[in-house]
């Protein structure tokens, strides 16, 4: 618990707030198929169970599939989570490190993790490699969301926030 290593005086690399999981299998067309409302949901109750607004949010290490289908309706489920909170504009960068290292099946969610603490740790935003310019079916525009690609200093006054989606087949969703 964040108390006891405080006491302890160990070394915190990060504190995660709030975290949910759901399965949406029963609701979608296909056993691969991801859904925007399983993973809005799934985003949606992990905001209200770490108690912060979604615009205090200044970056999220999506799933990333790399796939035209995968990730607009990931985006999507991100956008439909934030709108509760928030109608700001391009204030929360998104990234996958899948561009870094590939996919590692089971242990996709970790590495984001992991990506996520040496971020925080080292106060920088880091880029997806070879992403260039952003899939037009994200719909980034207009949204709270912009493609993250190139290093930028992640120092700020308030606390740096970041959320990490994982997903998986047959419907599981983690955030």
Not at 21 to 32: E, F, Q, S
Not at 130 to 154: V, Y
């Amino acid at each position: 618990r964040y108390v006891d290593a405080v006491e302890a005086e160990d070394i915190i690399h990060g504190v995660i707030l709030g975290s949910a999981i759901n399965n949406d299998g029963a609701n979608k067309v296909g056993y691969l198929a991801p859904s925007v409302d399983g993973q809005a949901a799934c985003i949606s109750e992990a905001l209200v169970l770490s108690d912060v607004e979604a615009d205090s949010i200044s970056y999220v290490e999506c799933h990333g599939t790399g796939t035209p289908v995968g990730d607009p309706i990931e985006i999507a489920g991100l956008k439909e989570a934030f709108a509760t909170d928030t109608r700001d504009v391009d204030f929360c960068a998104v990234g996958s490190v899948k561009s870094n290292i590939g996919h590692l099946e089971s242990a996709a969610g970790i590495a984001g993790l992991i990506k996520l603490l040496l971020m925080l740790r080292h106060r920088a935003l880091a880029p997806s490699l070879h992403a260039e310019s952003a899939n037009p079916n994200l719909g980034l525009e207009g949204s709270p969301f912009r493609l993250q690609r190139q290093f930028e200093d992640w120092s700020s006054e308030s606390p740096r926030r970041a959320g990490l989606s994982s997903f998986g087949a047959g419907g599981a969703n983690a955030h």
